[in-house]
């Protein structure tokens, strides 16, 4: 029993994660019909980043703000300007097989200027453990929750309580209309891929001190992301959190109960299942078919 | 003019063949392992090509199918079967896996397709690790045998490469004769207007799944090559990435051309090759190259050169047109 409290908050914090670039994935998809399979190298990136500029000699506290400054320069800016406006003329179909490219292109260029080896890097919530009604639970599992759920309750709240976010979530929905009425379609739709590179800038820096920094790691963590994305329902934010959440405890509980070497098929047959029971995801609404 | 240009089309062709026979007898070992690669892979790629580029459907499980061809071969011939039979085996699993596979392509389109067939990839994936008794596991299968035909031994490379050769001559006739067969029509149908193709009496569900599951099968009949060419398989070559590089294949050759698969495979497995003295940076520039590829061209190389074809075309009869009508005003 204490077991399984264990495997729930290590579930729920990775999950937490999960939920974050599940999260920048949908809404890009939203705002641009961008499935991007390269969101999982776009999580692991980021660390690189950081851990350039401390070997450039800035601190970590430096590295950090760097880090994202260039993920939102690069994954946000650079990944619009470059890949998607080009390609989105062409189709979903092209831009997600351009996606696909660009993945294997950032794992290379990681690889080849980087490292082959993992690194390990440095956490930004301290080590140990602390006592909750009564056991102990890692601080760092704990802490991981904490900034996740923080940042996915400040976006949700910037979405549905700011002016902008109305604007974004206008533009989302109906391109034509919004700009009718004056949303500054172009501009709203950059800025949701500002936010994906944020969103996966601090994915990164909350997992990779548990993964270690690899040029490899993106593949999981980019699956993860699209089974939490479609099991929760692609159209919705809050499917996306909670996909990620049920993804991470669904993954950490068949890792303890099933098999560890199956642990990565049950996510995945979940993720069959609810793409042939119930497509629009658990908590998403059925999208109309354009024919 | 018409004729003359099919007449040097088939001149063409024939000297491509003779050179695919002619020019390797005098390559080392490891010239005809990467020829007899090309062939194989080719293969795994028109199947892929049939699904994607003619039906339409995104498929991100070829690479499995090669993993379940490739293993049905090394499993059967190591136990002391033909490989005839092996090939039987595989194109008959793969057909079957590949139509239940279909299912979901009735139910849901493009993203959700590409997901349901990675996640699939990633189990069989999974299977070919994990299940020891059959596959056993990470320590792979060797000492795959090389088939005996007619009573000629293959084990030397030249042979085997005929053999990987004429398995994509037989192949690609197959595949020309479909695509112009009505059921190839009806594949095309699919893809360019599903909804008018049922109205018009064809059975979209039924046509979905087999294109699904033929194209699964070239899959399985490019593994069971796959085996004896490299005699040793583990699970590590068929792991998604392998389905990804055989849909830039598809892509980066031409979907929807005949020839795109031949073209895309030759430039993922033999530009490596070239490009050796780039050392690492060969697959940053191939992604690269892709994706600009896809910016300029969505359609591939071959779409390049169909639009580049259809200009002169055009501008050779615009020039005609203009011939014709000066003469006309010329006469009185």
């Known amino acids: 029993m204490s077991n399984l409290l264990d495997l729930l908050v290590a579930g729920l914090a990775t999950g937490a994660i999960y939920a974050i670039v599940a999260v920048g994935f949908t809404l890009l998809w939203q705002t641009s019909q961008t499935i991007n399979f390269a969101q999982g190298e776009f999580v692991m990136l980021p660390a690189f980043l950081m851990l350039a500029a401390m070997h450039a000699g800035a601190p970590f506290w430096l590295a950090i703000p760097i880090g994202i400054l260039l993920s939102l320069l690069l994954l946000g800016l650079g990944f619009k300007m470059l890949l998607v406006d080009p390609v989105l003329r062409h189709g979903v179909l092209p831009l997600a097989i351009a996606t696909m490219a660009l993945a294997i292109g950032i794992k290379e260029a990681v690889k080849q200027f980087f490292s082959a080896e993992a690194s390990p890097f440095p956490s930004v919530v301290p080590a140990g453990e602390i006592a909750i009604f009564g056991r102990m639970v890692s601080l760092q599992s704990i802490g991981v929750l904490a900034l996740a759920i923080l940042a996915v309750v400040g976006l949700t709240a910037f979405l549905n309580r700011t002016s902008i976010g109305h604007q974004m979530q206008a533009a989302a929905q109906n391109p034509t209309v919004a700009r009718i009425i004056g949303v500054p379609v172009e501009r709203m739709i950059l800025l949701t891929f500002l936010i994906n590179a944020f969103l996966v800038a601090l994915a990164s820096l909350l997992i990779t001190p548990i993964y270690l920094a690899k040029f490899s790691s993106g593949e999981v963590l980019g699956q993860a992301a699209f089974i939490a994305a479609i099991v929760g329902g692609f159209n919705q934010v809050r499917g996306a959190i909670a996909g990620g959440l049920l993804i991470g405890v669904v993954d950490n509980l068949s890792a303890a109960y099933v098999s560890t070497q199956y642990r990565a098929a049950v996510p995945l047959i979940l993720l069959i299942v609810i793409i042939l029971f119930r497509p629009q995801g658990i908590l998403g609404r059925a999208e109309e078919r354009t024919v | ?332």
């Open chain 2, 1 to 332: 003019m018409i004729g003359s240009g099919k007449h040097l089309r088939i001149g063409l062709g024939i000297v491509l063949i003779a050179g695919l026979i002619v020019v390797p007898v005098n390559f080392n070992r490891y010239g005809l392992f990467i020829l007899s690669q090309w062939a194989v892979m080719t293969i795994a790629a028109m199947g892929l090509n049939l699904t994607l580029g003619y039906a339409g459907q995104v498929s991100l499980a070829q690479g499995a199918f090669v993993g379940i061809g490739a293993y049905a071969a090394a499993i059967m011939t190591t136990q002391g079967a033909p490989l005839m039979a092996a090939l039987g085996v595989a194109v008959v699993l793969c057909f079957a896996v590949g139509w239940l596979l279909g299912y979901p392509a009735l139910r849901v389109q493009h993203h959700y397709l590409a997901f349901v067939t990675l996640a699939f990839s990633t189990l069989a994936f999974l299977v070919f690790r994990n299940e020891d008794w059959l596959t056993k596991g990470i320590y792979g299968i060797s000492n795959i045998p090389r088939p005996t035909i007619f009573g000629f031994a293959t084990n030397r490379p030249l042979p085997f490469y005929y053999v990987c050769l004429g398995s994509l001559g037989i192949v690609s006739v197959m595949l020309w004769w479909l695509i112009r067969s009505p059921w190839g029509r009806a594949f095309i149908a699919l893809r360019e207007n599903p909804v008018r193709a049922l109205s018009l009496g064809i059975d979209t569900r039924r046509y979905t799944l087999m294109a699904f599951a033929i194209g699964s099968a070239l899959g399985g009949v490019a593994g069971t090559l796959y085996a004896p060419l490299t005699q040793y398989i583990d699970p590590v070559p068929f792991n998604l990435s392998l389905s990804l590089d055989l849909l830039m294949m598809v892509i980066v050759g031409g979907a929807g051309f005949f020839f795109g698969p031949f073209l895309g495979a030759m430039i993922a497995v033999l530009l490596p090759e070239w490009l050796r003295f780039t050392e690492g940076y060969y697959l940053m520039l191939y992604a690269a190259a892709v994706i600009l590829l896809l910016i300029y061209s969505p359609t591939g190389i071959l779409g390049i050169l169909d639009r580049f074809l259809a200009e002169r075309r055009a501008k050779a009869a615009s020039a005609l047109r203009a011939v014709a009508k000066s003469g006309l005003e010329a006469a009185p």
